[in-house]
């Protein structure tokens, strides 16, 4: 057990000498790698912010099934009854047309002719049933509970329900858009996390063509396999802690100067506030996956190198 311990440390020793003999070459790999995960980290922190965003938006999407003034109380708490049985469905609101007409009132309170119009026309707005989605992307439940003629023969002929023409086609965009932008982040994190693996494997493989006729030597006085590869490891693992520490402040003096110095609370569907909250929460978690993130790039690219160009035997 000593004897391994030992020779554990010679080869982090050895890996650490390595990296600093080496400045240049691990400045090269490192920028590049820091600029890799840069990528990986603010994707992780924005796509953490557009959920935000959407689930907001999402929030306000509800779908509302206008009732005809016939309607029984019997037949509206059916329905509901209904609909809190869908596994689409987050809640289930009635609104009376008494509460519907003082909505509208309050969201025309500056429009005087309106108002005037609406009081001398009575209360012409039907109640309704206001169903929240959990998810703006799946209502299918919903939609064919809405197409079921029990439900029709309960809706205002005039006014149906809410998820039909502009407003059915914003609902299906908006959907779309969040189910893209998932993908795109998903894509975004695993095709950078394969350019810095690729970079890191070819900067081991100049580190071995550099290093070959020592490294000859070394198989030849009988050093292990792990002996030898085990410093390129080591090697590799620091490009991808101290790049893993650069990307994080890199990213944190970013939302700092996005935040405070540009003065912008948003770009876009980008909630910059959140995202720097969101990033300041959760420090902690995002720098240890991004540790975790260059410390298994480096060491499986650096594996991947040692193996495949020293090829490497087992002692018989």
Known sequence: MKRKFITFIRIVETGVKNFARNTWLAMAAMAVMVVTLTIILFSLVTSAAFNHSIAQIADKINISIYLNDSVTDQQ???????????SEVKSVNYLSKDQALAEYKAANANNKDLLTAINEAGNPLPASVQVDPVDPAKIDQI???????????????????????DRKAAIDKIAHATDILKRIGVVA??????ISMLIIFNTIQMAIFNRRDELTIMRLLGASTSYIRGPFVVESVIYGVLSALISVLLVNALFVVASSGLQASSLGLLDINYANA???HNFLVLLTLQLSAGIVIGAVSSYVATRRYLKFKKPS
Do not use: C, I, K
């Not at 509206?76 to 869908?86: I, K």
């Not at 064919?144 to 003629?149: E, Y």
């Not at 994190?189 to 394969?194: E, G, I, L, S, Y």
């Open 189 to 194: 994190v695993v095709v950078f996390a394969f």
């Open 278 to 280: 969101y990033f300041r």
């Open 143 to 165: 939609q064919a509970l809405l197409n079921q003629s029990s439900t029709q023969a309960l809706e205002d002929p005039q006014a149906g329900t809410s998820y039909s023409g």
């Open 76 to 86: 509206r708490n059916d329905l509901m009854g209904r609909l809190r049985g869908l």
